[in-house]
T-cell receptor, first 115, second 114 residues
Framework: DGGITQSPKYLFRKEGQNVTLSCEQNLNHDAMYWYRQDPGQGLRLIYYSQIVNDFQKGDIAEGYSVSREKKESFPLTVTSAQKNPTAFYLC??????????????FGPGTRLTVT | GQQLNQSPQSMFIQEGEDVSMNCTSSSIFNTWLWYKQDPGEGPVLLIA?????ELTSNGRLTAQFGITRKDSFLNISASIPSDVGIYFCAGQLRGSSNTGKLIFGQGTTLQVKP
């Protein structure tokens, strides 16, 4: 089945440690995105990538880093510089639809808790 | 950044009732999307709208792209318990067509009483 996978579902880390969240898609989509969701809030864009080996900062990129070495994979690293890392992280991808790359499809999310 | 105003913030309704929610902005959008998110899961795309005035249905769901291109609404008819969740609108701003970036509303939390 085609889709987006994120692992793990739940992740616990100690403050001061870097942690990498996985995102893989087999939809053959060119673009991939990382969002952060806090309770009672909408989705905020962290980073996005429209093509392999290229990515751009979103609205809240500070304290995060990404890489896009393969079309299928877009891992997100939450660094120790991120002041409030506990959140629900969502990965999405989009391809070329009838009207372009606007239909984003989401993975199941990773809930990160940092104590 | 750009904002989408989504309302209402939450709704608590009786099973069988119809539901309506909307998103508005001061900016013009080329695309409107509606998503539903179940607790602890990723959002699922419900309906995509691409033309001003477009009215699209998906089962009991109906969404419209406002004629001014600054708003959209989602209706759910004859609600059932599994409609419970958070509904998000998302839009692609005019002028950002080469980035794929979307702006999301804050969400409408729907609760349905059996």
């Amino acid at each position: 089945d085609g889709g987006i996978t994120q692992s793990p579902k739940y992740l616990f880390r100690k403050e001061g440690q870097n942690v990498t969240l996985s995102c893989e898609q087999n939809l053959n989509h060119d673009a991939m995105y990382w969002y952060r969701q806090d309770p009672g809030q909408g989705l905020r864009l962290i980073y996005y990538s429209q093509i392999v080996n290229d990515f751009q900062k979103g609205d809240i990129a500070e304290g995060y880093s990404v890489s896009r070495e393969k079309k299928e994979s877009f891992p997100l690293t939450v660094t120790s510089a991120q002041k409030n890392p506990t959140a629900f992280y969502l990965c999405a991808s989009s391809g070329t639809g009838r009207y372009g790359d606007y239909e984003q499809y989401f993975g199941p999310g990773t809930r990160l808790t940092v104590t | 950044g750009q904002q989408l105003n989504q309302s209402p913030q939450s709704m608590f309704i009786q099973e069988g009732e119809d539901v309506s929610m909307n998103c508005t902005s001061s900016s013009i959008f080329n695309t409107w999307l509606w998503y539903k998110q179940d607790p602890g899961e990723g959002p699922v795309l419900l309906i995509a709208l691409y033309k001003a005035g477009e009215l699209t249905s998906n089962g009991r769901l109906t969404a419209q792209f406002g004629i001014t291109r600054k708003d959209s609404f989602l209706n759910i008819s004859a609600s059932i318990p599994s409609d419970v969740g958070i509904y998000f609108c998302a839009g692609q701003l005019r002028g950002s067509s080469n980035t794929g970036k979307l702006i999301f509303g804050q969400g409408t939390t729907l609760q349905v009483k059996p």
